[in-house]
């Protein structure tokens, strides 16, 4: 069928075509009080990005796709003749692809249905017991099989299957509301008891009082925290998009990598959207930024040689848009116990809520707890306020502990220690 | 609740043609053709499959059904010319081109949906919706983000441009010459007619949702309906007569069509907004309001139209009472937190309001405030109804769908104004 396609865009004039193909199988399945309910997906789509020798490519987005259709949607995208005068990126698709070998399929798929469903509803429910006052509000699971294939008329003929399972629990406690979720590629990684526990934790941490605070102070993100921030100020690591990317030096402790090619997470993926293939790459190494993601469009607008192999679409888009694969701070080799120990005394921060956008900076109101000596102690509320370069270099420690949070896409955090300096009430300045 | 089962089979086009201040053309198009089969039998059960035409949907429907209407599906006949579209906007294209901004894109969308409600005692009901949209993107000197001004219409793609760019002229003039203040109190609030509207279908249209409701999650109580819960200046309605922006839409995605248009009247809660399940659940008398934004995901309830209806005082009487607040005029986007009973919205041009005058432009403000103490707090509707620009848009667990709005100009107190986003 590719080839098909190919050579069909080629006969009615176009100098390159791409075509993406995927191919999913989804089953939903949701229990909340009386409401009990299970959908099932099976889609086939195919996008098609047509290039003529100059100007801007054309596209066109077809579910099922067969001859008949495919012929009528280059018809239709040969018939407008809005061809421009200048050169376009097309040059830029790459012309194959190396087999690469990843972890992100998960058998266990085929075997999943609602009687696994129920079995997971009941274990979320036994271990609610443990945790007085937290109680259910709703499940839902999916579990997702992609098959994804690329080609080009450059020679590029490259595909993968990959399975996704999520996770998504409602919890009430003391009339507050949360909702957490997990996605893993494989099922044995979801772990109902962390996600409990890190509800309880996050809700436990949300107090009405604000912080009285009289001096500077150390903070120590946890991981959910700093991804907030991380992803607040990931802009600044895309090509295309709004932030500044100057030459200055950062913390040497700090480094930021996206990498496609991780074993089990969720960003991975042995190619991109339009076939390219990476792998670890640095957007910031000890302290010295380097890169930012793009894909082949924003390379080329942005005068760049190639792009870095992060153009994804979305279930809507048929063209590719810059995206993160596995997007990461570096961990290192501390423990957490040891930033604490540094740290003495100062706010372990669970939770952040953005609040305010003035200029560069942003204004976040932030829960946490109080730790002195290694001890965790009551819950605490306060806000702070920081840029994309003072948040950055600020940072004095990363720990060893790391976790990955599937936020639109996989951004993942060790623990930070940061230092705060006060700025008024209980307002900090980092 | 009795079993129950539907079949809704989907052919939707989209076309999409960008162009912007850097000379760049972008085309798109996309067909998406399936069927969405969903039963109740003591659970929902639905699956969705991806068909190349509505004839295909023939293998997955019940043997009973005879229709011809199948064959007659794909009524694909929009006309979407990108050379046409530049030719037929160029006043609007040569304005944008004579301003100071860092950036501008004009987008130009059409969108097709056909739809076929097939359900349990073999009832065809059909439903078309085509949409046609120009939406002008303005990054303006200073501004990180993109400020968007558009008007929609189901008929055609002929726009008022002179007004576009008036009002296009109005908004960065607003952000040019803004002057800041802070609102330290809650201050009375007047919206603009028409696209001001979609505050109350924040606030007051999804608290009124059957699935929030049943779920607690709305300020607003299944023991509220037939009472007055708001200020007795509120009168909502679904339906608004001559509106004719949903008028190929004759039932729900269900295949309901809803018995009553009232929602609320002087304040009184008189209907809720339900699919047939919550309908059961609740046991309330009225369903009609299932929607699906395509065949692959699965129908809620949803609004098509609010609209809030006209009182009797003058435009012009609602600032002049007003000692000090802001008029809001061109709307962005809002939020609803049902779990904090709290909602904020973006204003992109505002006013000041000074001893019943609009004073300074204010720029862009963020006014926020308690739903329920917003809903108690509409204090003058006024006489000058109008509709919306067309290009409301509604998000609700991942679905986006059209939605209409309609409003006069109205004065709510008590709401807070600032540049914060809730906490």
């Not at chain 1, 229990?31 to 100007?55: M, P």
């Not at chain 1, 020679?155 to 979720?181: D, M, V």
Request: aromatic letters at 14%; one cysteine or more.
């Amino acid at each position: 069928m590719i080839e098909k396609i190919l050579s069909k865009g080629k006969s009615v004039g176009f100098s390159t075509v791409e075509a993406f193909r995927i191919k999913k199988e989804k089953h939903e399945y949701e229990k909340f009080l009386d409401y009990n309910s299970s959908h099932s997906l099976k889609s086939d789509n195919l996008s098609v990005r047509a290039f003529w020798e100059f100007g801007e490519p054309v596209g066109f987005n077809l579910s099922k796709p067969d001859i008949r259709s495919i012929k009528k949607g280059f018809s239709n995208i040969c018939s407008l003749n809005i061809p421009g005068r200048k050169k376009n990126y097309a040059y830029l698709l790459p012309s194959k692809a190396q087999k690469v070998r990843m972890n992100i399929f998960d058998d266990s798929i085929k075997i999943f249905d609602i009687k696994r469903f129920n079995e997971l509803v009941e274990k979320i429910t036994e271990i609610l017991v443990s945790f007085p006052g937290l109680s259910l509000k709703g499940i839902k699971f999916s579990t997702e099989l992609k098959k994804c294939y690329v080609s080009n008329t450059k020679g590029l003929n490259a595909k993968y299957k990959k399975t996704n399972f999520n996770l998504h629990i409602s919890f009430g406690y003391n009339n507050n509301l949360i909702e957490i979720s997990e996605t893993e590629t494989r099922f044995a990684k979801i772990n109902p008891f962390r996600m409990i526990s890190r509800a309880f934790n996050l809700l436990n941490s949300l107090t009405d009082n604000n912080m009285d605070i009289k001096k500077d102070c150390n903070l120590i993100f946890s991981p959910e925290a700093s991804v907030f921030v991380l992803r607040e100020f990931s802009n600044n690591f895309c090509l295309g998009l709004n932030g500044s990317f100057k030459k200055i030096n950062f913390p040497s402790v700090l480094s930021i990598i996206d990498n496609p090619d991780l074993n089990y997470q969720t960003g991975s993926v042995p190619f991109d959207d339009e076939g390219i293939q990476s792998g670890e790459k640095y957007l910031m190494n000890k302290g010295i930024l380097l890169d930012r993601i793009s894909d082949i469009k924003r390379a080329f607008y942005n005068k760049k040689t190639c792009s870095t192999g992060n153009g994804f679409r979305s279930d809507k888009s048929i063209f590719p848009f810059p995206r993160f694969s596995n997007f990461y701070i570096k961990p290192s080799v501390l423990r957490l116990s040891k930033l604490m120990q540094d740290a003495g005394k100062g706010i372990l921060v669970s939770l952040i809520k953005l609040k305010k956008i003035e200029n560069n900076e942003r204004i976040f109101s932030a829960y946490g707890y109080r730790f002195k000596n290694g001890d965790i102690n009551e819950p605490v509320h306060f806000y702070f306020k920081t840029s994309f370069f003072s948040y950055f270099l600020n940072i004095l420690k990363v720990s060893k502990e790391m976790k990955f949070f599937n936020i639109n896409y996989n951004i993942g955090s060790p623990y930070l220690l940061v230092n705060a300096k006060h700025l008024y009430e209980s307002v900090l300045q980092i | 609740m009795k079993k129950f089962s539907v079949d809704l089979i989907e052919d939707n086009f989209f076309y999409n043609f960008t162009y912007d201040s850097y000379d760049r053309k972008e085309y798109i198009f996309r067909k998406k053709t399936g069927i969405l089969k969903r039963e109740y039998n003591g659970s929902w059960n639905s699956s969705s499959f991806e068909l190349n035409s509505t004839n295909d949907a023939r293998a997955y429907i019940s043997k009973d059904f005879k229709s011809s209407n199948l064959d007659k599906f794909e009524t694909n006949n929009l006309e979407f010319s990108p050379g046409k579209l530049l030719r037929d906007n160029e006043f609007i294209l040569n304005f944008l081109r004579s301003l100071d901004l860092k950036e501008w894109k004009i987008v130009f969308r059409v969108k097709s949906l056909n739809r076929l409600m097939i359900n349990n005692k073999n009832k065809e009901l059909r439903n078309i919706f085509v949409h046609y949209s120009m939406i002008i993107k303005l990054k303006l000197n200073g501004c990180r983000n993109y400020i968007e001004i558009g008007e929609g219409s189901t008929g055609s793609f002929k726009f008022n441009q002179t007004g576009l760019s008036l009002r296009i002229k109005d908004v960065i003039n607003n952000h040019k010459n803004q002057k800041k203040h802070d609102f330290k109190a809650k201050i009375p609030v007047v919206l603009n007619s028409g696209d001001g509207g979609i505050i109350f279908h924040e606030i007051l249209g999804h608290s009124l949702e059957a699935d929030y409701i049943y779920q607690k999650l709305s300020p607003i109580s299944i023991h509220d309906v037939g009472h007055q819960v708001i200020s007795k200046n509120v009168n909502l309605a679904t339906k608004y007569e001559g509106d004719i922006f949903f008028a190929k839409i004759i039932c729900d995605d269900e295949g309901v069509l809803s018995k009553s248009s009232v929602l609320v009247e002087n304040g009184i809660l008189r209907n809720l907004i339900s699919d047939i399940y919550y309908k059961g659940l609740l046991n309330i008398k009225n369903s009609g309001y299932s929607r699906v934004e395509d065949f692959a995901k699965v129908p809620m309830p949803r609004m098509f139209a609010i609209y809030l209806k006209p009182g009797h005082y003058n435009a012009q009487e609602l600032i002049e009472s007003t000692k000090y607040g802001i008029y809001a005029k061109e709307f962005g986007e809002g939020k609803t937190y049902f779990n904090k009973n709290s909602f904020f919205f973006n204003i992109n041009e505002a006013y000041l309001i000074e001893n019943g005058k609009l004073t300074s432009p204010l720029g862009n403000v963020i006014v926020k405030g308690n739903i329920m103490e917003a809903l108690n707090s509409v204090d003058m509707v006024a006489d000058d109804f109008r509709y919306d620009k067309g290009i409301s848009y509604c998000f609700k667990n991942g679905q986006t769908l059209n939605v209409r709005v309609g409003q006069p100009t109205v004065k709510i107190n008590n709401l807070f104004v600032n540049r914060d986003f809730n906490d």
